[in-house]
C-alpha cells in the first residue's frame, strides 16, 4: 500500500515537492517510494547514505536477481553508509556481509530538475565499494545529483554456475535496479530522472560496457562514461594484476560453469543448495583477483565487443576514455630482481623478442619503464581505441587521455617502489572528480580538476562536453588518426592516441 501510495506521488511530482519542503523545514528528510530517508544537511550540499535499493541477497536470495525492499514508515537515518559487500582483502577492504545492496546520494543545497550521475567503483568486480568517493565537489560545482552504489562483487555477483539458469551477472542486475531506483526517486532529490549518466572506472567502467551492451539495461540511461576499461580490452599473462593469467572482462557461459564446477568441488559441496548454505567466509577466504562477468545470458546475450561491432548497443552518448600510464601501477608491483626479458616471454611467448625490439629499455630509461609502456599499449590503450572506432560508426562518442604525470600518489603511493616515476598511472583521475582522502592536489592540478568536473557534468546534462570556459573537445570521428582530448595540467589539447601508444605495432603483432 505504502509502496503504490509513494509510486503515485512520484508520479504526480509530489513527492519532489515534499522534499524541497522537507529540506527547508525537516532537516534533510526525503520521501522515496519505500519510505522516508534523514539525511546530513550542510551549507552547500546534503548527503543521504546507505539507503537500500533492493532486498538483501542472504539466505536463498544468494545467487537471485535482486528483489524488492521491504518498505518502511518510519524515517530512515541515512547518515552512514552502508557496509562493503562481501570480499577478500586484496584491496585492503576485507567483508564477509551480504547484505550490501545501498546506495548513496549526494545533491546540491538548491534542488531542482538537475541530471542525474550514478557511479559505478572500480576494484574489477572483487573489490572497494562506494564508500570512499565522496561526491560533494563533483555535485556543488556540476550542479548534479550524484548517486554512489555497493553492488555484489566476486563469486556472489558473478558466479555461472550451470545448475543456475542466466546466472553470472547478479552484480550487474544489482546495478540495474539501483538505476531503476534512480528512475522512480531521483524527482525526489532534486534530479531529473530523464536525464541519468550512468560511469565508472576500471571494474566499473567495464560495467558501464555491460549496461552501453546489454538489453536489459535499455531505458534506464542516458549517457555513458567509462573511465579506463571497456568493451574490448584484453590482456597477457600479468597484464594487470602480477601473478595473473591472460584473460578478459568477460567469460564465456561454457567456461564459467567449468569453473563453477570446480569451485563447487573445492568447497566440499555437491549442488547449489549446498553452496547457498555455506557461510560467506568460505568463498571470501578465495582471493581469485579480477573477477570477470560471465557472457551468453539474459543480462549479455552476445560478447560486449561483439555487440559493439554488429551495432546491438544502447546507442547513447559516450565518453571513453583512459590514463596516459595505465601499465605503470602493474609494473610498480612486481618485486625485484625485475627480469623485463622473462616477463616479456610469460605474456607474449615467441613473440616477446619482437616486442622487446620495439620496447627496449634503453628507449625507456628502465626495464620497468619500458614494461609499463608495453601494458599502457597493448592492455589499455589500443584496445580502448578499437571501442572509439566501433562507438563513433553509430553513437556520439568522445574520447579522452587522463595525462597528469605528476597526479598525486595517495593511498597508491606505497606500492611504487623509489625512483620509479607512477606517471598518470590507472585510477590517478579518479581524485580529480570524487573527494578521495589522501589525494592533495595543487593549484595547477585543482584548476584541471574543475575543468574535468565541468566536462563530466556539462556532458551529464546535454550530452556535449563542451561548456563556457572549457578548452573546444571535439566529437571523435571513425577515421585513421585516432585523437583523444589529452588532459593534463595548462595542457588540454588533441593527441593522436594511436601513434602515441604505437597501435600500429600492436596490430601487426597480432
Not at 566476486?154 to 531506483?181: K, M, N, T, V
Not at 531521483?186 to 576500471?202: I, K, L, Q, Y
Not at 567469460?251 to 566440499?268: C, R
Request: with cysteine; net charge neutral.
Amino acid at each position: 500500500m505504502f509502496r503504490r501510495l509513494a509510486t503515485l506521488l512520484t508520479a504526480a511530482g509530489l513527492l519532489a515537492g515534499l522534499a524541497g519542503v522537507a529540506d527547508a523545514g525537516q532537516g534533510g528528510l526525503v520521501w522515496t517510494d519505500t519510505g522516508p530517508v534523514r539525511g546530513t544537511v550542510t551549507a552547500d550540499h546534503q548527503l543521504y547514505q546507505g539507503i537500500p535499493y533492493a532486498a538483501p541477497p542472504v539466505g536463498d536470495r544468494r545467487w537471485r536477481s535482486p528483489q524488492p525492499v521491504t518498505p518502511w514508515t518510519a524515517p530512515r537515518d541515512a547518515t552512514k553508509p552502508g557496509p562493503a559487500c562481501a570480499q577478500s582483502g586484496g584491496a585492503g577492504q576485507p567483508s564477509d556481509n551480504e547484505d550490501c545492496l545501498y546506495l548513496n546520494v549526494t545533491t546540491p543545497s538548491r534542488h531542482g530538475r538537475k541530471p542525474v550521475m550514478v557511479w559505478l567503483h572500480g576494484g574489477g568486480n572483487s573489490y572497494l565499494s562506494s564508500d570512499g568517493f565522496g561526491a560533494r565537489r563533483l555535485a556543488v560545482q556540476g550542479d548534479v545529483v550524484v548517486v554512489t552504489i555497493n553492488y555484489r562483487l566476486g563469486f556472489f555477483g558473478f558466479l555461472g554456475h550451470p545448475d543456475i539458469p542466466d546466472s553470472g551477472a547478479y552484480g550487474i542486475e544489482d546495478q540495474q535496479a539501483a538505476l531503476r531506483w534512480v528512475k522512480r526517486n531521483a524527482a525526489s532529490f532534486g534530479g531529473d530522472p530523464r536525464n541519468v549518466t550512468v560511469f565508472g572506472e576500471s571494474g566499473g567502467a567495464f560495467d558501464v560496457c555491460a549496461h552501453v551492451t546489454s538489453p536489459l539495461s535499455r531505458g534506464l540511461f542516458d549517457k555513458a562514461i567509462a573511465q579506463s576499461g571497456g568493451c574490448s580490452i584484453t590482456w597477457p599473462n600479468n597484464g594487470v594484476i602480477h601473478g595473473l593469467p591472460a584473460s578478459s572482462p568477460w567469460i564465456s557461459k561454457t567456461k564459467a560453469a567449468a569453473d563453477a564446477v570446480t569451485l563447487t568441488k573445492q568447497l566440499g559441496c555437491a549442488d547449489v543448495t549446498c553452496l547457498r548454505g555455506l557461510p560467506a567466509s568460505a568463498f571470501t577466504a578465495i582471493d581469485r583477483g579480477l573477477t570477470p562477468v560471465v557472457t551468453g545470458n539474459r543480462v549479455l546475450p552476445v560478447h560486449p565487443a561483439e555487440a559493439l561491432s554488429s551495432g546491438r548497443f544502447n546507442r547513447v552518448p559516450v565518453i571513453w576514455g583512459n590514463t596516459r600510464d595505465e601499465g605503470r601501477l602493474a609494473a610498480a608491483t612486481i618485486a625485484e630482481p625485475f627480469d623485463y626479458p622473462a616477463l616479456l616471454k610469460a605474456a607474449y611467448g615467441e613473440k616477446a623478442a619482437k616486442v622487446e625490439a620495439e620496447y627496449p629499455a634503453s628507449k625507456f630509461g628502465s626495464p620497468r619503464l619500458a614494461y609499463g609502456a608495453v601494458l599502457t599499449d597493448d592492455t589499455w590503450a589500443c584496445n580502448q581505441l578499437a571501442d572509439d572506432r566501433l562507438l563513433a560508426r553509430r553513437t556520439t562518442t568522445y574520447t579522452y587521455e587522463f595525462a597528469d604525470r605528476t597526479a598525486p600518489l595517495g593511498y597508491f603511493g606505497s606500492l611504487f617502489p623509489p625512483g620509479f616515476p607512477p606517471g598518470a598511472f590507472h585510477a590517478s583521475e579518479v581524485a580529480y572528480l570524487f573527494d578521495v582522502p589522501t589525494f592533495d592536489l595543487n593549484p595547477e592540478q585543482q584548476k584541471l580538476a574543475a575543468q574535468m568536473v565541468g566536462y563530466w557534468t556539462r556532458f551529464a546534462a546535454t550530452g556535449n562536453p563542451n561548456g563556457r570556459g572549457l578548452p573546444q573537445w571535439p566529437v571523435y570521428r571513425d577515421n585513421r588518426v585516432v585523437t583523444v582530448q589529452s588532459l593534463a595540467p595548462s595542457d588540454i589539447r588533441q593527441v593522436d592516441a594511436s601513434a602515441e601508444h604505437n597501435c600500429g605495432f600492436w596490430s601487426a603483432l597480432r
